[in-house]
């Protein structure tokens, strides 16, 4: 019974996690700070890391989209969660790798660079689902240091200007 469960979430939430995100993104009134060097740097075909934490990653995709979308890859968890995360990237046209720095590290990371070196850009969440939260792991820096590309951080943050009466 749970690997029906799971296989119909795998199925029913991403399409519905990428509507909703999609609508979530069209609907704020966005405001966009210091972005015109990154996205000069999508713009120019050049590689990089994106770094994004992991309580922050549900808009990104369309803000990647927003900037001027190129191919890239995203490192996931291998957990059903991952799994989840992977699915929802797909949707959205990025490619998920999978591993963590418990399980699969090493091999992800070799893939990472495989992709890198292809020119295909990269994007991880450095602080992970387990934390420490808002913490950066080395595993970005030990990529850029590989690839010799620059780690761009990218976040966002909503306000509500809305004041009940």
């Known amino acids: 019974m749970k690997k029906i469960k799971q296989k119909l979430t795998l199925w029913l939430l991403p399409p519905l996690a990428w509507l909703v995100s999609k609508f ?8 966009v700070k210091d972005h015109e060097d990154f996205q000069a740097y999508i713009q ?3 590689v990089f890391i994106g770094v994004v934490w992991h309580s922050r990653a ?8 927003w900037l001027g979308y190129k191919p890239i890859v995203v490192l ?12 929802f990237l797909n949707y959205n046209g990025f490619k ?11 091999e992800a990371l070799e893939e990472l660079i495989e992709w890198g070196r292809k020119g295909v850009n990269i994007a991880i969440t450095p602080d992970g689902p387990r934390g420490p939260r808002e913490e950066i792991k080395p595993g970005a820096v030990r990529l850029a240091a590989a690839l010799g590309v620059p780690i761009y ?10 004041a009940p009466e």
């Open 153 to 162: 951080p990218v976040t966002f943050v909503l306000r509500s200007d809305y």
């Open 76 to 87: 996931v968890s291998q957990s059903f969660d991952g799994r989840l995360a992977g699915a």
């Open 44 to 46: 120019s075909g050049r």
């Open 24 to 31: 979530l993104f069209w609907s704020f009134q966005l405001t």
């Open 58 to 65: 549900l808009i990104l995709p369309r803000f990647y989209h």
């Open 96 to 106: 998920p790798v999978f591993g963590s720095s418990t399980r699969g590290g090493e």
